[in-house]
């Protein structure tokens, strides 16, 4: 019984007169969650999505970041930098 209430986090949950909307049964499943199906408060399945929603990867903007940090400036590569220094040597 420990199995049914011990949820952490609560599940969508739906009565069969309720799957009639099948517009919020959708979302869930689109959302990849997990949804009850109850008939007058007694739980008859779970509706399961085929395979989880998989979110793309938002990558951080590193040009932006280096624009906000050092504006406009043309930054000279450090080899560069060295390869002067060293021919300055001789």
Same mark, same amino acid.
């Given at each position: 019984?420990?199995?049914?209430?011990?949820?952490?986090?609560?599940? @969508? =949950? %739906? !009565?069969?007169?309720? $799957?009639? #909307?099948?517009?919020?049964? =959708?979302?869930?499943?689109?959302?990849?969650?997990?949804?009850?199906?109850?008939?007058? !408060?007694?739980? $008859?399945?779970?509706?399961?999505?085929?395979? @989880? +929603?998989?979110?793309?990867?938002?990558? @951080? #903007?590193? &040009? &932006?970041?280096? +624009?906000?940090?050092?504006? #406009?400036? %043309?930054? =000279? @590569?450090?080899?560069?930098?060295? &390869?002067?220094?060293?021919?300055?040597?001789?």
């Amino acid at each position: 019984m420990c199995h049914i209430l011990c949820h952490i986090v609560p599940m @969508p =949950t %739906v !009565n069969l007169r309720q $799957l009639r #909307d099948s517009r919020q049964l =959708t979302e869930w499943l689109d959302a990849g969650e997990v949804v009850i199906l109850r008939k007058r !408060n007694r739980i $008859l399945g779970r509706i399961i999505p085929e395979s @989880p +929603r998989i979110e793309p990867v938002q990558w @951080p #903007d590193a &040009a &932006a970041r280096r +624009r906000r940090i050092f504006g #406009d400036r %043309v930054l =000279t @590569p450090v080899a560069d930098l060295l &390869a002067d220094r060293e021919r300055s040597r001789y």
